[in-house]
Nanobody
Framework: QVQLVESGGGLVQAGGSLRLSCAASGRTFSGYVMGWFRQAPGKEREFVAAIFWSGGSTYYADSVKGRFTISRDNAKNTVYLQMNRLKPEDTAVYYC???????????????????WGQGTQVTVSS
């Protein structure tokens, strides 16, 4: 069973940086896509970034491209989200997710990911 534990959230001023971590356990993750999603109050959960565990290809939402970087450490079974030049509109609960289904890989949609962490709050003040 896949287990995902996020950490690294907090309060930061606009323009600042945070690094989120997602510790993954329960199986080997070869063939998985690991994603970061976020959900702001009153809004739908949305895709932020994803990385393929094998090969390391990355994908980003347009809203974070150039500011956020997703990476992984195979030895530590951990996925990171480095967030720079944060904006108040980045405020949300950030979730780590994992799946290996063709549908999840094709859509990167939150409904298609089967394993989720508990989330970590990121608050960006103006």
């Amino acid at each position: 069973q896949v287990q995902l534990v996020e950490s690294g959230g907090g309060l930061v001023q606009a323009g600042g940086s945070l690094r989120l971590s997602c510790a993954a356990s329960g199986r080997t993750f070869s063939g998985y896509v690991m994603g970061w999603f976020r959900q702001a109050p009153g809004k739908e959960r949305e895709f932020v970034a994803a990385i393929f565990w094998s090969g390391g290809s990355t994908y980003y939402a347009d809203s974070v491209k150039g500011r956020f970087t997703i990476s992984r450490d195979n030895a530590k079974n951990t996925v990171y989200l480095q967030m720079n030049r944060l904006k108040p509109e980045d405020t949300a609960v950030y979730y780590c997710a994992a799946d290996r289904s063709p549908r999840a890989i094709a859509t990167m949609g939150p409904a298609d990911f089967g394993s989720w962490g508990q989330g970590t709050q990121v608050t960006v003040s103006s």
